[in-house]
């Protein structure tokens, strides 16, 4: 009995022990690690015209937020539809705000956009993402992620069960993105991809997916409409939806070396504030959003290794130079020519 | 009735095979077959190798623990020769002091220049165990040797992980550090030089490009095309947030963490200008540390002081930085004139291992002689080229089973002409290159390799490829259906009577009014 | 002063080493009553000989986009507002709105077209604007209007290597200043460039940015030459928007001058006083230097201010009489151009050309219209007439259908004083469905026509000579002629537009019209009539068709 007693209280005090041992190691296994090795951004608004002004700020917004938490504008695919900043219906000219306070140009002094106006469309998005780009496209409208590369997919406009509207004359189905992320897949050209939507209707576009390692979240469900947040009465529009206002709040506290998981991320807006439920398909990615730091995503790693052997050279070498200089060129007198065709006067003059 | 006979005749027999004619898809055939018997994992090269002893029981007893090592990998196949030296070579190689001299006289004797070979030789008088330089010779001093050759044979002139993680689908650690496999790079030197107006800098850095990093590239030469660059890069500043450190009175520097570094990566991107050129970029650049802030010492992760002549950092697939610090007397002439050999020398080592020569860590018991001048080991050549077939080989094949399961799936899209030819290419050459690789021909299995690499990413990234471009099948009978269904439908009703009036019943049909 | 001085020797001997010059200038006029004229240039001038793969000061950018495409000359604006002449007189260099590219190519190069879409592929991406949509069918190849303003080798053919686009729709805006301002050697940071702050250069009458490269003789000779890469930025402000009749550098840009740029050679500010005399303005701090230039007749006086130091500064300038009554005096040239015509079916293109000189002048109109557009050779009336002796030489290409742009060149001899109207028909044309933009009923966008002339007088004129390169060779630069390129107002017109919402109704109205009609064809064709005799039984079916019936009797 009494050794009963001892054995017991001694199984007890090990569990115990154990669990503090384990709690105490826990801490700095917090973060699953993730084995990629740059992050890769691609943005797109998708609607045209002066009323949607709210979806350019939107895409601004998450623009300044990934570039301020690291990521280079070389690994950002921006899509812009229309012009809103220098649109003469703007009374803030070469300015988008997402507030009505005004205190932001999420504009900015330093934006570059990929794709804007007329090339945002449904083909050249699917041509992007899955690499079939004509073939004079210059570098930075390419996406040349690797098998290392984390990507943000932002998406916003206006959109319905199944598909996403473009400038308003076309739509991208939820099996065509479906399609398109698989066939990035199959060539390797992502590790990781966080989806992110907002329209209306919005998770019926991640519905479809099947390839690994994506996770994704919506603005509204299936039945449900994204509704924007506030009116700025001198421009005169709206000027920001509500998801994307409040992944914003989250987002300006979070700083390069901040601790936040993608969980946090994902409950940034409840019903009561969105008015509408934010989906979340995780099946589909492997680790546990918990256990994520939000700067897999928004963040940029790089690795750096340094460097301790550098060569020592003896002989200092001398190239031998190309033939094609040919230094026995003759130089040819050259001269301005007349910048009117007189010629042409004097021969026809009356 | 032959009224009901023309139309089903002119709907059913002549229209339905006439509509499928011509909404049939125009598609090459492709060798389905070849594709999906690709195994990357099943390619390996042989390699060879010539033991050269002072007697025959040395050279027995090297080459069978060579062989013992080696059966393990299937990526690598080692076709060992064994010779016995020639009595006067022994003599010459025992009492020569030098082991450069040592080098030439085997060379004079052996021809060391073929690719793919290597030859072990037995030589007394070494210091250690082992010795390596940059020609396609290692000496070894006896048989007692043999673990540290075998050792360094794996290690440094063989590698068969590397090799192994080249061929296969994940990538490896060493994979994710070199630039991807391509036809060619921009090398690119900028000379950042954050503050003109306080200091001048002596660096020609057209010259320096073009005689170290181009004697450098031209000896790889045929792996990859190289376009050299320089530019200035002015009034470019970042912040390293450098504390200030005193060593001793009078003397300080200043502290730079690591995680600070991959913001000046991004801040020099900025205006690097790299997305103008249509090939991958290597970007050296050169930061010139201003007077107020010098000089800045690197401290690594663990917050330890780098000690090293030069303070360097690289990127994998992006580049490499070094630090210039001006000395005290050079911030007081306000004249600064970096030391060209150790700051290309450090850009030449960064360039390697970003090209994919690996590191080659400390084997005991052998020495590996250190590299004095631009131009890579000739062994590293070789093992540059191996490592590229492979990698190249490998990619190529995945992409035509991605491919070929794709357009399986998608029977609607067009195969035009040229995506037929650059896969058939792509097949072809990849078998030769197979092949070639496995009777040991590096180079042209190389060239094949690439050919094949480049057909396989011309084929995959064909922009006609779009299944958005072309109608689904079901989108294609939802217009066809209700335009002639309604059409069909009294036709067939009246095949019936047609076959019974063939038949030659006599067919009333009344219709009373 | 002392260590200016070691830094400008420094600076002289570093020039000397490396081959590369800098200079950045701005150029400020007052365009009475209530607009004001802001020019900056910024000039980096590059030994021509030697590769472009190794720069010190240029854009290295640049440099390998020209060589690799084998260009010559580039010429690339972003405008964004029309430029008024008959108001404001003429700028430097006027630019059509929207984007406007053309560029001469290498006479080494045989394809040029090629290189032509693979040059406007790579700015697209270097500038951040849509210039990837020049194609063969909005490209043309002017042959009388653009001649190259760099040197070249003489008796060689160019107007077959010169190609000529403009995409009126493109916007500019500060995305497209972001890597504008990249090239230059100081970016933003420091120099005149750190005044170019988008929110206050965009919230003007009219804004352009360029980018010119060509070709500089080094000397009289002219063996070597000089490869010239200027950028150029040109503002016009309204004094209604920044709510004042003075203005100041503050009030402008936002902020004062930092400074000149540390690797400048030469960084000056030039105002233009002539309009002092009558609408007077005092300028602080006061200029270091003022010149009197005599130039084709027409007298201009230059304020110049001499940048050499990293002090801050602002120049300020207040009019001492507030409201005048403004009497305008139109320059020598002027010309409008609007579209006629009502409907879907036709419509007209009409230019005016007023030559308010008493000399006559000669020019040469260039139109340049889509082949959605197509204009009619045989309906050009030049003041009413078919045959017209104003006309001394012509050239016209007709387009082709999504191939070939329409392509009208006239030489015109303008008479003294007078207004000479051209007009040209056209006819809409109907688009396929996929043509269409997705904001098809905004309108499409005619470009505007190119007029190049050479101009007896300088007046108004302050384009630099071709041999200069900085703004103080336009002093005393008198010549017999003085060419220019002009540029008019663009037009917009409203092609016809289907209902994009047809498709779904066409296919359902197409269906049910097909079996309405195929249905009682088939019975007419395969069954015959037969009579029965009254009286035979009559089956169950019948029976109950018949109740529905009427009865006839």
């Given amino acids: 009995m009494i050794q009963l007693n001892i054995f017991s209280f001694s199984l007890i005090f090990s569990l115990l022990f154990t669990i503090s041992i384990t709690n105490a190691i826990e801490i700095p ?153 698989e066939q990035m897949w199959q060539k390797r050209r992502y590790n990781e991809i966080f989806f992110i939507i907002d329209t209306c209707q919005a998770s019926s576009m991640y519905e479809k997916f099947y390839s690994p390692n994506i996770l994704a979240t919506a603005s509204s469900l299936v039945g449900e409409d994204s509704l924007s947040h506030h009116v700025d009465s001198a421009i005169g529009v709206y000027i920001i939806d509500r998801y994307t206002y409040y992944v914003l709040e989250f987002l300006e506290n979070v700083h390069p070396n901040s601790k936040k998981t993608m969980s946090e991320f994902l409950a940034v807006c409840p019903k009561s504030a969105c008015l509408s439920t934010v989906g979340v398909r995780r099946d589909l990615f492997k680790r546990d959003p918990s256990k994520v730091p939000i700067t897999d995503f928004f963040g940029s790693v790089r690795p750096v290794i340094i460097t301790t052997d550098p060569i020592d050279i003896q002989e200092i070498p001398k190239r031998r130079k190309s033939q094609s200089i040919n230094k026995t060129k003759v130089p040819e007198k050259r001269e301005y020519l007349p910048q009117f065709p007189m010629h042409l006067v004097q021969t026809n003059n009356y | ?25 125009y598609r090459v055939a492709l060798p389905y077959d070849k594709i999906n018997a690709f195994d990357p994992m099943s390619h390996f090269i042989s390699s060879e190798l010539t033991v050269l002893a002072n007697d025959d029981k040395t050279a027995q007893d090297i080459a069978k623990q060579i062989e013992k090592a080696f059966e393990q990998s299937d990526v690598i196949k080692l076709k060992i020769k064994k010779q016995v030296l020639s009595k006067e070579l022994q003599h010459i190689l025992d009492s020569v002091a030098d082991e450069q001299e040592a080098l030439e006289e085997v060379a004079a004797t052996f021809n060391t220049n073929i690719h793919n070979t290597f ?108 376009t050299l660059k320089s530019q200035w890069l002015h009034l470019l500043e970042f912040n390293f947030e450098a504390k200030e450190v005193t060593d001793s009175p009078g003397d300080r520097h200043f502290a730079v963490r690591q995680d600070r570094l991959p913001l000046l990566l991004t801040r020099l991107e900025e205006r690097a200008a790299t997305h103008v050129s249509e090939r991958p970029t290597l970007n050296l650049a050169l930061y010139v540390v201003p007077c107020d802030t010098a000089p800045l010492v690197l401290y690594d992760a663990d917050n330890k002081r780098v000690s090293s002549p030069v303070q360097a950092f690289m990127s994998p697939k992006w580049g490499g930085v070094v630090l210039g610090n001006p000395t005290q007397q050079e911030c007081q002439e306000k004249l600064y004139k970096p030391n060209v050999n150790l700051i290309m020398g450090t850009f030449l080592s960064q360039l390697r291992k970003l090209l994919g020569i690996t590191d080659k860590r400390a084997v005991g018991g052998a020495r590996l002689e250190a590299l004095r001048r631009a131009a890579p080991r000739r062994w590293e050549r070789d093992a540059l080229l191996r490592l590229r077939a492979l990698e190249q080989l490998a990619s190529a094949q995945a992409s035509l089973a991605s491919l070929a399961e794709l357009l399986g799936e998608i029977s609607n899209i067009v195969i035009n002409d040229e995506v037929g030819a650059s896969i058939n290419l792509a097949v072809d050459s990849i078998q030769r290159a197979g092949q070639l690789l496995e009777r040991g021909d590096l180079l042209e299995a190389h060239k094949y390799a690439q050919q094949g690499f480049l057909a396989a990413e011309t084929a995959f990234m064909e922009p006609s490829l779009l299944a958005l471009l072309y109608f689904p099948d079901d989108q294609k009978y939802a217009i066809y259906i209700p335009l002639f269904l309604p059409i069909m439908f009294p036709v067939v009703l009246s095949l019936k009577n047609l076959i019974l009036w063939f038949r030659g019943k006599p067919v009333h049909k009344e219709k009373i009014d | 002063m002392f260590k200016s001085g070691i830094f400008n020797i420094f600076l002289t001997l570093l020039i000397q080493i490396k081959g590369d010059d800098f200079k950045e200038e701005i150029f400020i006029k007052p365009l009475p009553p209530s607009h004001l004229y802001v020019d900056f240039h910024f000039i980096t001038l590059v030994n021509g000989e030697e590769s472009f793969e190794h720069s010190y000061l ?496």
Wanted: net charge neutral.
């Fill in chain 1, 29 to 181: 296994e917090k973060f699953q690690k993730s084995n990629h090795t740059n992050n890769w951004a691609v943005l797109v608004d998708t609607s045209r015209f002066w009323f949607n002004y709210r979806h350019v700020a939107n895409v601004l917004s998450i623009y300044r937020s990934v570039k301020r938490l690291g990521i280079p504008d070389s690994q950002i695919i921006l899509m812009i539809s229309d012009d809103m900043a220098c649109n003469p219906r703007n009374p803030r000219p070469a300015t988008i705000f997402n507030n009505a306070h005004e205190q932001i140009n999420v504009y900015g002094d330093d934006v570059e956009v990929d794709y804007r106006g007329y090339e945002v469309s449904v083909e050249n998005f699917v041509r992007l993402l899955t690499g079939r780009v004509p073939p004079d496209t210059p570098r930075s409208k390419r996406l040349l992620t690797d098998e290392g590369s984390n990507i943000l997919i932002y998406l916003t406009g206006h959109g319905g069960d199944g598909f996403l509207k473009f400038q308003d004359s076309e739509e991208i189905t939820s099996q065509e993105l479906a399609d398109a992320l």
């Fill in chain 2, 1 to 25: 009735m032959w009224a009901s006979a023309s139309f089903v005749g002119v709907l059913i027999i002549i229209g339905v095979p006439l509509w499928w004619k011509t909404t049939e898809v």
């Fill in chain 2, 119 to 226: 030859y072990v030789v037995q030589r007394k008088p070494l210091f250690k165990d082992v010795w390596v330089g940059t020609e396609r010779v290692a000496f070894f001093r006896d048989v007692k040797a043999a673990p540290t050759l075998v050792e360094a044979l794996v290690h440094w002139i063989y590698e068969p992980s590397v090799l192994n993680g080249a061929r296969s689908e994940t990538a490896d650690p060493a994979r994710q550090i070199r630039f991807p496999s391509g036809p060619g790079f921009h090398v690119v030197l900028s000379v950042v030089h954050p503050k003109p107006q306080l200091m001048k800098v002596d660096f020609n850095a057209r010259d320096a490009v073009e005689d170290y990093i181009g004697s450098f590239v031209d000896e790889i030469s045929d792996l990859h095309n190289f």
């Fill in chain 3, 58 to 553: 240029a854009p290295r950018s640049l440099g390998e986009i020209m060589s690799r495409y084998q260009v010559d000359e580039l010429h690339l604006t972003l405008t964004e507002g029309q430029w008024k002449h008959n108001q404001w007189g003429y700028p430097v260099l006027d630019a059509a709105p929207g984007a406007e590219l053309y560029a001469w190519f290498n006479t080494d190069v045989i394809d040029v077209d090629i290189q032509w879409k693979k040059l406007s592929s790579t700015l697209s991406g270097l500038f951040c604007a849509s210039l990837n949509f020049i194609e063969t069918f909005n490209t043309i190849t002017p042959k009388m209007s653009l001649w190259p303003t760099g040197a070249q080798k003489p008796k060689q053919n160019y107007t077959s290597q010169l190609r000529y686009a403009s995409l009126p729709r493109e916007i500019v805006c500060t995305e497209n200043l972001t890597p504008w301002k990249k090239l230059l050697p100081c970016e933003s940071t420091h120099g005149f460039s750190s005044l170019l702050n988008s929110r206050m250069i965009h919230n003007t009458n009219y804004h352009s940015i360029g980018v010119h490269v060509r070709r500089m003789c080094v000397d009289n000779n002219c063996l070597e030459t000089n490869l010239e890469i200027k950028q150029t930025v040109a503002l016009v402000y309204d004094f209604k928007i920044i709510n004042s009749m003075d203005w100041s550098f503050r009030k402008l840009f936002g902020q004062g001058l930092p400074g000149a740029c540390p690797l400048s050679s030469s960084s000056k500010i030039y105002v233009d006083t002539t309009s002092n005399s009558t609408y007077r303005f005092k300028l602080t701090p006061e200029p270091n230097l003022i010149l009197l230039s005599q130039r084709g007749g027409s007298e201009t006086e230059l304020a110049v201010y001499n940048i050499n130091n990293s002090i801050m500064m602002n120049i300020v300038a207040k009019y001492e009489t507030k409201s005048k009554l403004f009497v305008n005096i139109p320059p020598p040239l002027s010309f409008t151009r609007y579209v006629l015509g009502y409907g879907k079916e036709f419509g007209g293109i009409v230019t005016e050309l007023t030559n308010n000189y008493w000399a006559p002048i000669d020019v040469v109109l260039l139109e340049n219209a889509p082949w959605w557009l197509p204009i009619q050779l045989s309906s050009l009336r030049v003041n009413g007439e078919a045959e017209s002796k104003l006309i001394l030489s012509q050239y016209y290409s007709p387009g082709r259908s999504r191939q070939k742009p329409y392509h009208l060149e006239l030489l015109l001899h303008l008479p003294p004083k007078s207004t000479t109207t051209l007009t040209i028909d056209f006819e809409f044309v109907f688009l396929k469905w996929q043509e269409y933009p997705p904001d098809a009923n905004h309108g499409f966008y005619i470009g505007s026509a190119l007029i190049s002339a050479n101009l007896p007088t300088a007046k108004n004129y302050t384009s630099l000579p071709i041999t200069g390169n900085t703004f103080d060779s336009i002093v005393n630069a008198s010549k017999p002629w003085y060419p220019m390129v002009f540029r008019t107002n663009g037009a917009m017109v409203s092609l016809p537009t289907p209902d994009f919402s047809m498709p779904y109704n066409v296919i359902c109205l197409a269906c049910t019209v097909v079996a309405l009609a195929f249905g009682p064809l088939n019975n007419i064709c395969t069954k015959e009539l037969v009579l029965k005799a009254p009286g035979t039984s009559i089956s169950l079916r019948q029976k109950i068709l018949n109740m529905f019936k009427k009865k006839k009797d």
